[in-house]
């Protein structure tokens, strides 16, 4: 347990650092929330309900699927991955630990949205914040799951990238967080419901934690588990 304790300790001071990180998890995620915020409350001022809501969903899907995959590649397909097996040290603890990291940073870009944007955009807070903490911790969980498989699974950082992107642009275009996803074609609204954007969205709404928002996401969780413990024992 120490060592695990010491592990997440050394990772998270290694994230403070990482300028990777930085950007995908508080930079860029900040200034879409500064910019966008101002333009979506200002063109459609309905959208206040749900600002909050929508700039997490952002954020959350950058930091997961941009930033926590090109760490994981870098690790796994470095020494680093020759250090773990030399010193006994199980190779999943760097994924635990990364995810541990990852999801607390998260969390904390999330707290800053959440707070700012009553101040700065008069966006409503959500009505249940005893169930929408829980509904984004869920979210993060399931994103950083599918950013793991990806970490995993392409060692090619260009392949990585592409991949990530792949990922990441149909889950903000599509989730309806940017326009009601009513107003997509059948079929995009289909490709939509494919990523777990559009559902952490609904999630997070007021009220929206129930079986029908929350089924999907547990599959798709237990689906990247099984995948990163096929691909980690493929590692040894």
Known sequence: MNGFLYGAALQWKLDIRSRSLLVTCYIVPLIFFLLMGGIFTSVMPEMRGTLIQSMIVMSVSMGAFIGVPPSLAETY???VKKVYKANGVPLYLGLVTMFLSAFVHLMLSCAIILLLAPILFEAS???????FFPALAIYIIVS????SVLGLA??????????AQL???????LSGIMFPADLLPGFLKAIGR??????????????????????YLILVFCAASALCAVLLKELY
């Open 144 to 147: 950083l799951g599918i950013g």
């Open 125 to 131: 807070l959500p009505e249940q914040l005893l169930s």
């Open 167 to 173: 990922v990441f642009l149909p889950s903000i275009m």
């Open 77 to 79: 397909g470095s020494d």
């Open 194 to 215: 494919i990523f777990p954007a559009s559902w952490g969205y609904r999630l997070m709404l007021d009220h929206g934690i129930c079986l029908e928002n929350l089924w």
């Open 154 to 163: 392409v060692k090619n950082q260009a392949k990585l990238t592409m991949t």
